[in-house]
Structure formats: structure tokens, C-alpha cells
């Protein structure tokens, strides 16, 4: 059973920045695509970015291009979220989890607790 385990999340003024942590354990994560997806109040959860297992391919949501950054660690089982000049309209709690592939951005496992942004105006 994989856990998935979130954290870094915060209150921050628009225009500041959050690096996002996501820990995995029980699953064979460096053989597996990940992604970060997030869910705001009241709305469906929605892919964010995905990593592929080597780290070379990412994709990007339109509304986060430039100013978020994916990264891994496969010696961590650990993926990362860099979110730089915030907006309010990124406040959401953050999940991460593995992805079928970096087109079809459907996640695999079990949630985690996702952690919450808040960026106040």
C-alpha cells in the first residue's frame, strides 16, 4: 500500500513563493511518472504538473507555466513543487501522486492529505 505524504504548504503573500514536498513510501516510485494536482474550495481536483520517472519530460497546467516548477528525488522517493510569484487564485490544498503518463494525467494511487496554500492578496 503506498502513503503518500505532503507537506510544506502555508499562508504566503501574493508574489511569494512555497517549495511543496511530497514523500512516498510502499510503492515503486522511481519507476513511475508523478504529478502534483490541486483542489480549491468547492472544486474538482485538477492536474498541476508531472515529472516523468527520470526527470526529463514535465508538463505544466496553462495557469502554472513560469512560475512552478517540478522536480524529484528518486533516492528520496520524494517529488517537489518550487511555486513562485503566488496568486491568490493558487490557494487550494495540494495532493501529489503517480500518473498513468504525461498525457493521460489520471493518478494511480490512494491520496494523501494534501497540504494547504494559502496566498492572501
Known amino acids: 500500500q503506498v502513503q503518500l505524504v505532503e507537506s510544506g504548504g502555508g499562508l504566503v503573500q501574493a508574489g511569494g513563493s512555497l517549495r511543496l514536498s511530497c514523500a512516498a513510501s510502499?510503492?515503486?516510485?522511481?519507476?513511475?511518472?508523478m504529478g502534483w494536482f490541486l483542489q480549491a474550495p468547492g472544486k474538482e481536483r485538477v492536474f498541476v504538473a508531472g515529472?516523468?520517472?527520470?526527470?526529463?519530460?514535465?508538463r505544466y497546467a496553462e495557469s502554472v507555466k513560469g512560475r512552478f516548477t517540478i522536480s524529484r528525488d528518486n533516492a528520496k522517493n520524494t517529488v517537489y513543487l518550487q511555486m513562485n510569484s503566488l496568486k491568490p487564485e493558487d490557494t487550494a490544498v495540494y495532493y501529489c501522486?503517480?500518473?498513468?503518463?504525461?498525457?493521460?494525467?489520471?493518478?494511480?494511487?490512494?491520496w494523501g492529505q494534501g497540504t494547504q496554500v494559502t496566498v492572501s492578496s
Open positions: 515529472i516523468s520517472w527520470t526527470g526529463s519530460s514535465k
Open positions: 510502499g510503492g515503486t516510485f522511481y519507476t513511475r511518472t
Open positions: 501522486n503517480a500518473l498513468d503518463n504525461l498525457i493521460v494525467t489520471r493518478a494511480s494511487w490512494s
